[in-house]
Each structure stands twice: as structure tokens, then as C-alpha cells.
Nanobody, 124 residues
Framework: QVQLVESGGGLVQAGGSLRLSCAASGRTFGSYAMGWFRQAPGKEREFVAGISWDVNFTYYAASVKGRFTISRDNAKNTVYLQMSSLKPEDTAVYYC?????????????????WGKGTLVTVSS
């Protein structure tokens, strides 16, 4: 079982930056692939970024590539999402998610554990 708690959301102006953190419980954190998803009002939850358990591979949605960076510190059981050049369309609740070592896809159905989310609002 993995419990995830996001933090770092808030209000930021367009063009600004924000760093989200996701603290995970559980001694097996280092074996899970981790991802960030987001859900804007009236829209479905969508994949934002993912990172392999060993940090060797990262994946990004086209809409955030070059602006967002995902990273993790397995010693601290924490995954981060550094967001830069933020746009109003990045406004959403951002969720941290974990995927078991057995594998899966970077989709909402492919993840096994979820945090409760943190709200990011980007003003124009």
C-alpha cells in the first residue's frame, strides 16, 4: 500500500513557476513508477508527466514538454513536478499517482495509487 500527499499548489501569474511535491509512504516507493496527472474543471483527468522507478526514463504530455520537469528522490520518498512558463490553461487540480512494478500505461487506468490532489491556478 502506498499513500501519496501532494503539496505546493497555489495561485501564480502566467509565465511564472511553481514546484509541486508528492510525499509517499511505504518502504517500496523506490520500486514504483510515479506520475503526475491533472484535471481541469469540466474535463477528464489527463497525464502530465511520468518517471521510471530508477529515474532513467521520463515521459511528458506534448502540452507540457519543455516547460515541466518531473524528478524524484527515492531517499526522501518524494517526487516533484517543476512547472515553468505557466499558462492559464495549466489551471487544474494536479494529482500524484504511483504504478506498481508489474507495469502498466501512463493512463488513469494504469495507475494503482492516487493522492487527493493540489490545486494550481494560473491567472492571465
Amino acid at each position: 500500500q502506498v499513500q501519496l500527499v501532494e503539496s505546493g499548489g497555489g495561485l501564480v501569474q502566467a509565465g511564472g513557476s511553481l514546484r509541486l511535491s508528492c510525499a509517499a509512504s511505504g518502504r517500496t516507493f523506490g520500486s514504483y513508477a510515479m506520475g503526475w496527472f491533472r484535471q481541469a474543471p469540466g474535463k477528464e483527468r489527463e497525464f502530465v508527466a511520468g518517471i521510471s522507478w530508477d529515474v532513467n526514463f521520463t515521459y511528458y504530455a506534448a502540452s507540457v514538454k519543455g516547460r515541466f520537469t518531473i524528478s524524484r528522490d527515492n531517499a526522501k520518498n518524494t517526487v516533484y513536478l517543476q512547472m515553468s512558463s505557466l499558462k492559464p490553461e495549466d489551471t487544474a487540480v494536479y494529482y500524484c499517482a504511483a504504478r506498481r512494478p508489474s507495469g502498466g500505461t501512463w493512463s488513469t487506468a494504469g495507475m494503482d495509487y492516487w493522492g487527493k490532489g493540489t490545486l494550481v491556478t494560473v491567472s492571465s
